[in-house]
Each structure stands twice: as C-alpha cells, then as structure tokens.
C-alpha cells in the first residue's frame, strides 16, 4: 500500500497532485461511497484531511485503484482487490483476460493503466511524454505491436462501456496519431525502397491502423505516400499508379461498409497496374476479392513487409 497513508491526518497547504474524493472516484471510476466504505472496512484509500476536515488524495494512487476496479469488475470480491499487492491485482486481470502476458507479467498492462489515467484526466503532455519514452524503450516496432494496439483496445473498451467519454477517446487518439506520425513522417523522408500508398475509402475516419502500418513500413524502409482517411477511388487510384509504388494498402475497422468496401477493392484491383500489390488490413470479415490481399494483423503485417519487395 502507497507510503503516503501513514500521514493521513497531515493538513495539507496546497492541492498540487492532490484531488478530492470526488475527484479520486471520477479519476478511477469508482463511487465516492465506495471510497468512503473501503476506507471504513479496509484502511484504504485513507486520506489525509485539511483543516477543514476534507478529504484529500495524491493522484499517484489512482493507477492501483484503476486496478482494483478492474479487477472487481471481473467478478474478484473488493476484500481480495483491496489487499492485493500490484503484482497480483495484475496476475488476475491476465488470467480473468485468458491473455498471455508478454515480457515481465503485467508490466504493459500497468503501462497502459498509467496511460488511461492520464486520459481521464486530459493529461496531454505527459501521456505524450511517457508514449514518446516507451518508444525509446521498447523500438518503435514492438511499441506498436505491444503498446499501441492493446491501449487502444482497451480505449475502446472503456468508450462502449460509458467508463470513458467520446471526448476522452478523441484526445486520446490525437495523441496516439501525433506520436505515431512523428516516428514514421522523418523515416519516409530517408527511404531506401520503394513506396507504399496508405489510405481509407470514402466515408471511413479511422486511421491509427494506418498510422502504425506506416510505423512498421517506414522502420522497413519504405517510403509512405500517406493518404489518409475518406479518400476517394479515383485519387487512391492516381496515387496507386505513380512510378515506385510498390503496395497500396487500405485500411479497414468493424464500422467499415465492408459491402462497399469489397466493391470498391474490385474497382482498385482492376484500375492498378498488376504489378501494383494490392493489401486490405484489418481483422474484419471482408469478402475474398481475387489480386487483394487481406491481412487481418499488425503482427501478421510485420511479417508480411519482408515479402512486399526489395529493400537494401
Ligand atoms: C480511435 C477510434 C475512433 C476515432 C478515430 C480517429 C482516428 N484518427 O483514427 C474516431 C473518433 C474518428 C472514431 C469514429 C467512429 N467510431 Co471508432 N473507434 C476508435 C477506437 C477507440 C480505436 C480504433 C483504432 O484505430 N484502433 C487501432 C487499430 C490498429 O486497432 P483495431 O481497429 O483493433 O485493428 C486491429 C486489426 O483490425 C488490424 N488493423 C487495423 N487497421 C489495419 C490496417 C492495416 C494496414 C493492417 C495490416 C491491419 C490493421 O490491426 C489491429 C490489431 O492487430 C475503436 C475501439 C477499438 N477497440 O478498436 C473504436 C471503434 C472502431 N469505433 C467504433 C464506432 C462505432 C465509431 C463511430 C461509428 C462512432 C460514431 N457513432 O460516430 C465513428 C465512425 C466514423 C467513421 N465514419 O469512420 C466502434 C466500431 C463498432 C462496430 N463493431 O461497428 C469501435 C470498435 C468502438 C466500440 N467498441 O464501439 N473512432
């Protein structure tokens, strides 16, 4: 438990780092009441008072009580969460997830924690900064492989479940796209190979997948002709064409209009020159369309970009 709870009863001058029970519950999505019953039953979170008798809580715990909520929600009674040491609120969230964990158990799950409470709070900067330092660590490759995809994923998670607004979800994929665009945008401008055109079809806005094949095909030494999202057939199709393209990749996620989207791969396929390769991504059920590729993975993308042409 945090070393801050021994000196609960410390009356504090400033709030710098410091929120109201309010402020904790809405941080970590839980009830102010349920702050107030733990604290009675279990010891924890205590707080440390002002002289008005107000409670007041360091932010640095809301990443454990991320935690225990998590795990509470997956059916672990609060007497087990509350007590547990991080490393086994972490062993639970993995074996209730059934997901294998990669590197040192937990230690992305944590990470991604960190990152989500720093959207609840519209904390940009750091998030910024702490997605810009893992890069460092991990290399930009397994950052999106191990990093990005499953924050996302979780993102999206808490999008449908109402514990996250579509203003957190905004904020949060404007960061992601700014730091991914920053690693791949210098790349492309030292290609050693050929290029890539990279877009979505008319009427679809995601674009961070894109954003992470762009990632993956520029540290490949491709050269990314980014198009984007909402691109219209006969633009892809004028790029696709240009001398050195190698690939043209569209996007896909499971908004996409997979029956126009199907229709309009056929038209792609038949306008490209045939040694154009021609690549769908992402994991939907799209229709089988003869010349296209469907690559339903980032990982799997990974290990395709070895065969999409020579590269020095
Ligand atoms: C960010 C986001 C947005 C942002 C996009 C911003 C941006 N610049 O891209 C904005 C706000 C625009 C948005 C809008 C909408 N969104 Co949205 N969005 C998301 C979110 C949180 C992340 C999507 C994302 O980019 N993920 C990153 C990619 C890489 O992960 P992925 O999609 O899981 O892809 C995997 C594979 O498919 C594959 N892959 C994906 N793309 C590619 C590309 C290539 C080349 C390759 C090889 C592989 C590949 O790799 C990934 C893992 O290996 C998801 C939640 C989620 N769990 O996915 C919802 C989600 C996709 N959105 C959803 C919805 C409903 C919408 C809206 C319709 C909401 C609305 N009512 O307006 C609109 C649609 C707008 C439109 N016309 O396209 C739903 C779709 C549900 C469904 N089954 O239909 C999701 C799943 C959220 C949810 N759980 O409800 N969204």
């Known amino acids: 438990m945090s070393a801050t709870q021994s000196d609960h009863d410390e009356v504090l001058e400033g709030d710098n780092g410091f929120v109201s029970i309010g402020g904790l519950a809405r941080a970590c999505g839980l009830a102010v009441e349920t702050l107030r019953n733990w604290e009675r039953r279990y010891g924890f979170p205590m707080p440390h008072r002002r002289g008005s008798g107000h409670r007041r809580y ?8 991320s935690l225990i909520r998590e795990v509470i929600d997956f059916g672990f009674k609060p007497s087990f969460a509350v007590s547990a040491t991080e490393d086994e609120l972490v062993t639970a969230i993995i074996s209730a997830r059934g997901a294998a964990p990669r590197g040192r158990a937990g230690e992305p799950l944590l990470e991604i924690e960190d990152w989500l409470t720093l959207v609840r709070s519209f904390g940009g900067a750091s998030l910024e900064l702490k997605l810009r330092r893992s890069i460092g660590r991990l290399g930009a490759s397994r950052f999106v492989l191990e990093r990005a995809v499953p924050f996302l994923d979780e993102l999206g998670r808490k ?14 994929s404007a960061v992601v796209e700014n730091v991914l665009s920053s690693v791949w945008r210098p790349l492309s ?11 979505s079809f008319e009427g679809e806005l995601h674009t961070l997948g894109l954003h992470m094949a762009a990632v993956l095909l520029t540290m490949a030494g491709f ?22 393209v190698a690939a ?9 209009n997979l029956e126009t989207g199907a229709e309009r791969l056929a038209a792609l396929r038949a306008g490209l020159e045939p040694t154009r390769t021609l690549v769908a991504g992402g994991d939907v059920p799209l229709l089988e369309c003869s010349g296209v590729i469907h690559i339903k993975t980032m990982a799997a993308f990974e290990s395709f970009l070895p065969t999409l042409g020579e590269v020095d």
């Open 159 to 172: 999008w449908e479940s109402g514990a996250l607004t579509v203003a957190h979800e905004h904020f949060a």
């Open 58 to 65: 360091p932010m640095s715990l809301v990443p454990r009580l």
């Open 223 to 244: 050269e990314v002709v980014f198009l984007g999202a909402n691109t219209p057939l006969e633009d892809l199709l004028l790029a696709g064409n240009e001398p050195q």
């Open 248 to 256: 043209v990749i569209v996007g896909f996620v499971k908004s996409s």
């Open 189 to 199: 401008l030292r290609p050693r190979g050929s290029r890539v055109v990279l877009a």
